[in-house]
């Protein structure tokens, strides 16, 4: 059933089942409404405005309550302001919100504060017949009537169920004609009433009252708040040093999505204690954005350019907002005003979160293959032998070789460190010189290079030198110039031409490719101390490329240990070549695993990007899979049903893969989280968020629904910071006559997130019970700097407080 006609059809019954013995209203003297009374006419002469406005507001409540809102609380100055606008309306026989006639009364702020209350209030106006023809119609009918068009209306509902407002004003008014009823209902809170306002010269130093240019909180304005996760958390970074208050976050990149217009800011409200004596009103303006002394703004460009963290990856801001009042001697607390577009749009008191006890879980993160492919046997390494070979060119008559004509040869080998036992050298000289000083010429560069080799190492080399002419290659590439001939010479005959014919200058591009040495190394790999790191990423590297992947996954793991052990530096990681290609993709995972724990950096948007290149690469590795899905649920939107539904799906599939039903559930409950966050800010319950609520209590095997087991949700979702819906489950339990004592004072640390919470009925029974359980634990929520003094704004709060724990 549509929630409205669900809503309008409920009240009918409840109208309709009321007692004949009803209570008036709480701050008013107790009556009784006869059945006489409930069924007479309205008759304009004879109208009674109080029975009519008793009747509309006892079956509204007992409806709020029916739909699990919080009843609302009778003040005499909305009802006022309400029955001024009605009485207004029935006089220009309109509807209409304006008084242009009156200043003083010109809108429903105007109201609000000529009848003592301050500018803070919403109203909703409309009217109704009380007769049809000649048949006037009874109490109970306009009653009905009204319920029905309150309800049926969007706007009027929506206004009704708004938790932010807990005090109403009703008023009626009859037209001239006798015919029609003006109806007005004005809605507020404790930021309605301002009797604390005239007072502000009592203290030594008083609040701010300009403005700046600010304007009030607009929706359109402020709508970067409302995405900010847990805004209220912000307050935290606020603290004095040395005279100064400071402003200090450590996700920067999130803090410039909320401050990143010129006209966007922060600054900081400072608060007195002194303002929230228990003797008489608070010392507060409620036409104000601020409470107490409210500091010079802070603008986004200065904001950065103030940041005292340096360096050029730096997530993190301390900037200084401000000095600290020194006239200010006594106890204060730091609001931290939030600025957009100069829109004032949040005024953040401290909040309190209680040590709920939480049972220790690892969180969830990335998970790595170390499974897939594994051998029986992990790797260890172990000294190896090999034979390297490279090339080395020499320049004409050069047979001087220093190490700096060496090692880049050595380098290009590609190998990690390595003593050399046993060298042999093949040195060849192009066939123009002679025999005898093209000997001399290369015996020299060998014993050149060997000296180079051996001073690289302790242990001397073994060696072995041979010489020649390299007739062979000058053969080859003769046959491909003019003076092709010469190869079917004897080398002999060829030398002797070159020189009759003084060709060797001619001939010297391709004389010089057959000066060289060919070296072959007998060598045992390196792994004394740290250099069995790169050996180790050698070997890998080769297992890859010779496409092993039992052995590289193997080898992979022991790297694994050796840098969470702290042994392997972040080159072990970022050294690993790995093709981008499906056999790989495992491993690859593995790769960015290690590249985030190395740079000790938290999940992004790139990495997720190259997770699920990875998921498209090997669709089938569940480890993957699961990083993929974890990834989904972290930066993509939730989506419809439909998507919901192919998300569960997957993850459900997880648990019949070689993961651990631990990693699984996990990941589970993180979507079901994400459900429950994302759709709970519908007015009825989203069948989702039911479905998920039911698959989270079987994750943590709790089955029955009773307040231990609520307590444990609150818990889990207190953990995983929403603390909206943490509250949401306390919420049922509040009412009952027998509650355990954690409960409570965990929900009362719950509302302090939820700043209506705070005006709320249900948080002063809430407070009531936590003095009734434990009252000196009680009184400390306050004398020891739990909850902040500012809950004292909540009149009903601050008169039992004040009466129990002074």
């Known amino acids: 059933m549509n929630l409205k006609l669900k809503f309008y059809f409920n009240a009918l019954f409840i109208l309709f089942f009321v007692s004949v013995h009803q209570k008036t209203f709480s701050q008013q003297q107790s009556e009784f409404i006869t059945e006489t009374q409930y069924n007479a006419l309205v008759l304009p002469d004879e109208f009674d405005a109080n029975l009519l406005r008793q009747l509309v507001f006892n079956t509204l409540n007992k409806q709020l309550v029916f739909n699990n809102r919080e009843e609302l609380e009778f003040n005499q100055i909305l009802n006022q302001a309400a029955e001024n606008q009605a009485e207004f309306m029935a006089e220009i026989d309109e509807v209409y919100e304006f008084q242009n006639d009156d200043n003083t009364k010109a809108t429903i702020a105007d109201r609000i504060q000529f009848f003592g209350g301050s500018r803070f209030g919403v109203e909703n106006l409309n009217k109704t017949p009380i007769q049809k023809g000649k048949e006037f119609f009874s109490y109970k009918q306009i009653a009905e009537e009204i319920v029905f068009k309150w309800t049926s209306s969007k706007k009027s509902f929506e206004l009704l169920t708004n938790q932010k407002y807990t005090l109403i004003g009703i008023g009626f008014g009859i037209n001239e004609a006798g015919k029609k009823l003006y109806i007005s209902f004005v809605l ?9 306002a005239i007072r502000r010269k009592e203290l030594d130093v008083p609040f701010s009252s300009k403005m700046f240019g600010l304007q009030p909180e607009d929706e359109k304005a402020c709508k970067n708040c409302d995405k900010f996760k847990n805004i209220e958390t912000l307050q935290h970074g606020l603290f004095v040093r040395n005279g100064k208050i400071v402003f200090k976050y450590n996700d920067l990149k999130a803090l410039k999505k909320l401050i990143k217009k010129p006209t966007d800011a922060l600054t900081v409200d400072v608060v007195q204690k002194e303002q929230y004596s228990c003797i008489g009103d608070n010392i507060i303006d409620n036409n104000l954005f601020n409470k107490g002394v409210l500091l010079k703004r802070v603008y986004s460009n200065k904001l950065y350019k103030k940041n005292l963290i340096k360096g050029e990856k730096v997530n993190e801001i301390e900037v200084v907002l401000g000095k600290f009042p020194k006239k200010i001697q006594g106890e204060y607390e ?43 046997k992990g790797f260890t390494p172990k000294v190896e032998s090999s034979v390297l070979n490279f090339k080395i060119p020499f320049d004409k008559n050069k047979f001087t070789y220093k190490s700096e004509d060496v090692e880049p040869f050595i380098k290009s080998l590609n190998e990690p460190d390595f003593i050399i036992n046993k060298l042999k050298i093949s040195a060849f000289s192009s066939i123009e010189g002679s025999e005898t000083e093209n000997k001399i010429l290369q015996e020299k560069r060998a014993e050149s290079i060997i000296n180079v080799l051996n001073s690289r190492q302790k242990t001397k080399i073994s060696t072995e030198i041979s010489t020649d002419e390299n007739w062979e290659d000058f053969k080859k590439d003769i046959l491909n110039s ?31 490719n057959h000066r060289y040495a060919t070296i072959e190394m007998n060598i045992t790999y390196d792994m004394m101390g740290q250099k069995e790191e790169a050996y180790v990423v050698s070997r890998f590297n080769k297992a890859v490329k010779e496409k092993n992947l039992p052995l590289a996954l193997s080898i992979q793991k022991y790297i694994f240990k050796k840098i969470l052990n702290e042994t392997y530096s972040k080159d072990a990681v970022f050294n690993q070549i790995i093709p981008l290609q499906k056999d790989f993709a495992g491993l690859m995972m593995n790769k960015l695993w290690l590249e985030k724990y190395v740079n000790n950096s938290d999940i992004n948007e790139t990495y997720a990007e190259r997770i699920e290149a990875l998921a498209e690469l090997d669709p089938f590795n569940s480890y993957i899979n699961f990083n993929n899905l974890y990834c989904d649920v972290l930066f993509k939107n939730l989506g419809d049903d439909n998507r919901i539904k192919e998300i569960q799906d997957k993850i459900s599939e997880l648990y019949f893969t070689t993961l651990s039903k631990y990693t699984v559930d996990k990941l589970n409950l993180e979507y079901q989280f994400k459900i429950i966050k994302t759709l709970d800010t519908l007015e009825t319950p989203h069948p989702k968020v039911v479905e998920s609520l039911d698959r989270i209590k079987q994750i943590v095997n709790l089955k029955e629904s009773n307040w231990q087991n609520s307590l444990k949700l609150s818990y889990m979702f207190l953990k995983q910071e929403d ?16 509650v355990f004592e954690e409960l409570i004072f965990t929900y009362i640390s719950l509302c302090t997130f939820s700043e209506h919470k705070i005006y709320s009925n249900k948080f002063v029974l809430a407070m009531q019970k936590a003095q009734e359980l434990n009252p000196e634990r009680y009184c400390k929520l306050i004398k020891e700097k739990k909850l902040s003094f500012q809950i004292f704004e909540n009149e009903k709060v601050k008169d039992d407080y004040c009466k129990n724990c002074h």
């Open 188 to 196: 507020g809170n404790y930021k309605s009433l301002n009797n604390g």
């Open 723 to 738: 603390y909206d819906f943490a509250r949401k489950l306390l919420e049922p339990f509040i009412d009952d006559k027998t």
């Open 334 to 376: 730091l609001n931290l005003v939030i600025i957009q577009d100069k829109y004032v749009c949040k005024n953040l008191s401290k909040t309190y979160l209680i040590d709920a006890e939480v049972e220790s879980t690892n969180l969830l993160g990335l998970v790595a293959d170390t499974v897939t492919l594994n051998n029986e």
């Open 482 to 512: 003019k003076h092709e001939k010469l190869a079917s010479m004897t080398m002999s005959e060829a030398k002797e031409y070159l020189k009759t014919n003084n060709l060797q200058d001619e001939l010297e591009p391709i004389l010089s």
